[in-house]
Structures are given as C-alpha cells and as structure tokens.
C-alpha cells in the first residue's frame, strides 16, 4: 500500500548531488594536501590521490557535474511552480517541535509532504552549494591564462570556499543524522525507489493534501482506514 512521494527527476538528482558533493569532499581534501601525508595514495589502486593535477581536474569535473544537476534542478521546479521544499513560516518552531516529539515518543504535530526540518537542512545545504559554486568559479578564473584577479578578492573567495566546505561537511553530516530517529528511516526507500506507504502518510504527512488524496485512493482497494489501524512509524 505505497503512494509516490518523490519523482524519478528528483531521486536522479539527489543521487547525482551526493556522488558531486561527495566528489568533491574527497578531491577538495586531496587538494590541501592530505592523501599523501597519511600514506592513502600506497593503497592500490589510490596513486593519484597524491598527483595535484590529477585530483584538480576530478575537482573540476564533479563542479561542472554540480553546477550542471543545480542549474537543472531549479529550472525544473521553476517551470513546474513546484516549491513545497522551501522553508516556510514557522519551521523553526515546527522543527523543534517535531525534534522532541521523537526524542520524547509523543504525538508529532501534523506535517506537509516534507517536515519542517527538511526544509531548514534543504536551504541551508542549497544557499552553501551556491557559496561554493560562485567562490569556486573565481578560484578558476585565477588559474585562467590572462586573468589577473585582485589579491584581496582572491584571498577572501578562498577562505569563504573553505568556510563553505565545512559548512557543506556540517549539513551533509546532519542531513544523514536525521536517519537516527527511527520515524525518518521509512523517508529514505523514498529517495531509493520512490515510494512512501500510505499509512505513513496519513498518520505524519497529514497536511500534504495531494499524498493523503493517494493514500486514500489506495487505501480504498484494501479496506479504507481500517488498513492502517494498527499502524505506527
């Protein structure tokens, strides 16, 4: 008794923003450097995790690949007025709310298709790929032939890049907490697969008013409401 809760576009994407982000924690460390320090480029296969060059064109290459799945994204959602990932008034509060429901086992308060702190992770994750995108962009263009970029622009862009990685590391890493509370592990087959059960939706998503109109249709060929008596997440 499954419903969709996420598109084949938006799995796609959130696949293909971990393997970038992920890309570029790994290349972005190999550029300080560090690999060949802790004796990681003697591991088979991991000689070139020392070679400069090497792991700044993989840099490179996952940044196009992150610029390019961002720039589809938002012309996506834009086009389609899809907008329910954006925080909202309030979330804050609702966040927190929600956060002690699950440590404390009570009732949550009803949430949209995603929980308030969904939203918060989403846009704090999104405004720092953005810092990263814009200060990686002039990093590039000082190692251009021909440009010559103000001394004091080109220090504050690398420290702002820098900030910018840990805060990206911070949020990835809170993203992934999240699983630590078990209500939120029947979220994840839904970035796999794409579905989410009707009976989860209806007992945390009440106010997502297309998912409860699936649940129901659904629900309906197998008994209505009383399918989910027994439910909990």
Same mark, same amino acid.
Request: include cysteine; aromatic fraction near 16%.
């Given at each position: 008794?499954?419903?969709?809760?996420?598109?084949?576009?938006?799995?796609?994407?959130?696949?293909?923003? /971990?393997?970038? #982000?992920?890309? &570029?924690?790994?290349?972005?460390?190999?550029?300080?450097?560090?690999?060949?320090?802790?004796?990681?480029?003697?591991?088979?296969?991991? /000689?070139?995790? /020392?070679?400069?060059?090497?792991?700044?064109?993989?840099?490179?290459?996952?940044?196009?690949? &992150?610029?390019? #799945?961002?720039?589809?994204?938002?012309?996506?959602?834009?086009?389609?007025?899809e907008f329910d990932i954006l925080p909202k008034k309030g979330d804050v509060k609702?966040?927190?709310?929600?956060?002690?429901?699950?440590?404390?086992?009570? %009732?949550?308060?009803?949430?949209?298709?995603?929980?308030? %702190?969904?939203?918060?992770?989403? /846009?704090? #994750?999104?405004?720092?790929?953005?810092?990263?995108?814009?200060?990686?962009?002039?990093?590039?263009?000082?190692?251009?032939?021909?440009?010559?970029?103000?001394?004091?622009?080109?220090?504050?862009?690398?420290?702002?890049?820098?900030?910018?990685?840990?805060?990206?590391?911070?949020?990835v890493g809170g993203h992934l907490a999240a699983f630590l509370f078990k209500p939120n592990r029947k979220l994840l087959p839904a970035m796999l697969?794409?579905?989410?059960?009707?009976?989860?939706?209806?007992?945390?998503?009440?106010?997502? %008013?297309?998912?409860?109109?699936?649940?129901?249709?659904?629900?309906?060929?197998?008994?209505?409401?009383?399918?989910?008596?027994?439910?909990?997440?």
């Amino acid at each position: 008794m499954k419903i969709e809760r996420q598109s084949l576009s938006n799995r796609i994407v959130h696949a293909v923003t /971990a393997m970038s #982000i992920f890309g &570029l924690f790994f290349t972005g460390f190999g550029q300080m450097p560090v690999y060949k320090r802790y004796m990681l480029n003697e591991v088979p296969f991991m /000689a070139w995790t /020392a070679d400069y060059n090497i792991t700044l064109w993989w840099h490179y290459f996952f940044s196009v690949v &992150l610029i390019g #799945i961002v720039f589809y994204h938002l012309t996506y959602h834009f086009l389609r007025k899809e907008f329910d990932i954006l925080p909202k008034k309030g979330d804050v509060k609702h966040s927190t709310e929600v956060i002690i429901a699950m440590i404390t086992g009570k %009732e949550e308060p009803p949430s949209e298709k995603y929980l308030p %702190e969904q939203r918060l992770g989403y /846009a704090f #994750i999104a405004f720092w790929i953005v810092v990263m995108i814009i200060t990686g962009v002039v990093k590039t263009f000082k190692n251009m032939s021909g440009i010559d970029l103000n001394n004091d622009l080109i220090f504050w862009m690398a420290h702002i890049h820098n900030l910018g990685f840990f805060m990206l590391i911070l949020g990835v890493g809170g993203h992934l907490a999240a699983f630590l509370f078990k209500p939120n592990r029947k979220l994840l087959p839904a970035m796999l697969w794409g579905k989410i059960c009707s009976c989860y939706t209806k007992s945390r998503h009440i106010k997502w %008013e297309a998912g409860i109109k699936q649940s129901n249709e659904v629900l309906k060929r197998h008994g209505g409401d009383e399918a989910c008596k027994d439910y909990k997440h």
